[in-house]
């Protein structure tokens, strides 16, 4: 039997967050349901946040209203606060996110509070969302490093993930936020994390700043860890991380690991036409296909 890697499509909320030009919504729409055809299992559409700090994304609740939803996909989005929980509730998300970071420098550039109180915050989402039997992903940004403090401790990686996990998070993330991790540095941080949490709970998300994004998943799959983020085109990046380009392609992702004998249950056709229209939403940020020898 082959061995299934669930491939966590990111690009509509980490890829779109980062455009210098608004997209329009209805080609957000056409994007997610492109998406969705290509199979998907999970697709995280946009982000309920303050429209202050993420203007690209104001448009959450008209992007969710819009989508066709697939029966086999949910549709996730990012929640900071019990008001952004509320409004994805609203919006029919069938799963949310929750986003710490290991590094106090980036939470407070990200959402404006320390770590501490990031956790303090994500309580009532926690509690909300199993009112609302809705399963939450929990982030742990700068897993790796810091744009603003440099490098982070696996044990700080650790101690997010453990809290996040207690929380009652189904599956933590370790993010590396401005992609620049190192395929030993993700070993040093995975080995720290997976102390505590198994690998079946974990999934691994890299930006590709330094092109080793595919060699960290490499890593992390022969760690055990079976769930991988990516983006469509390569899209992405955060506008509280100076330097963090774009995500892990989604078609250099699922290449690589069907190459390596996994199944990811993504249509490759119905992919390249996704990747053509961001292509064309977003000409100056994409790329495509595999781009390095793993
Ligand atoms: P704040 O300014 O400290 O808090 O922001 P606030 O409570 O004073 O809110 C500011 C304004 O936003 C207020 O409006 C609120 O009502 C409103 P005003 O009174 O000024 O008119 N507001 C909201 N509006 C809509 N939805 C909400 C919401 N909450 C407050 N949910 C806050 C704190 C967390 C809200 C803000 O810092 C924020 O939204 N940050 C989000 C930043 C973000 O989205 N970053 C990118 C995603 S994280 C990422 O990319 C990393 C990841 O990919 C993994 C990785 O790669 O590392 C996940
Ligand atoms: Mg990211």
Not at 91 to 109: I, L, Y
Not at 211 to 226: F, S, T
Request: with cysteine; aromatic share 6%.
């Amino acid at each position: 039997m082959t061995d299934h890697v669930r491939v966590y499509e990111v690009g509509p909320r980490d890829g779109l967050q980062n455009e210098k030009a608004l997209i329009p919504t209805k080609d957000k729409i056409a994007l997610i349901n492109l998406l969705s055809r290509a199979g998907f299992e999970k697709i995280e559409a946009t982000s309920f946040v303050s429209p202050k700090w993420v203007p690209q994304l104001a448009d959450a609740a008209e992007v969710m209203a819009g989508i066709d939803r697939r029966d086999g996909t949910d549709y996730s989005v990012l929640t900071p606060n019990l008001r952004g929980f509320e409004a994805a509730l609203a919006s029919g998300a069938n799963e949310v996110a929750v986003f710490a970071s290991a590094s106090e420098a980036f939470s407070q550039k990200n959402i404006n509070c320390s770590i501490t109180e990031s956790l303090q915050r994500f309580a009532p989402v926690m509690e909300a969302a199993h009112q609302a039997g809705l399963r939450v992903r929990g982030y742990v940004s700068c897993a790796v490093d810091c744009p603003y403090s440099g490098m982070v401790d696996p044990a700080a990686v650790a101690r997010v993930a453990g809290a996040l996990s207690d929380m009652g998070c189904y599956e933590i993330v370790p993010s590396d936020t401005i992609g620049r991790a190192t395929p030993e540095a993700v070993q040093r941080m995975l080995a720290v994390v997976l102390a505590d949490i198994p690998a079946a709970r974990l999934a691994c998300h890299f930006h590709d700043t330094g092109g080793q994004a595919l060699a960290n998943v490499a890593v992390a799959v022969d760690l055990g860890v079976r769930t991988f983020d990516s983006a469509v085109g390569g899209l992405g990046g955060c506008p509280y991380a100076p330097g963090a380009k774009g995500n892990l392609s989604t078609t250099a992702l699922v290449t690589m690991l069907e190459q390596r004998g996994f199944h990811t249950g993504i249509d490759q056709v119905l992919l390249a036409k996704a990747e053509a229209l961001v292509a064309s939403l977003a000409p100056q940020n994409t790329t495509t296909g595999p781009q390095h020898d793993v």
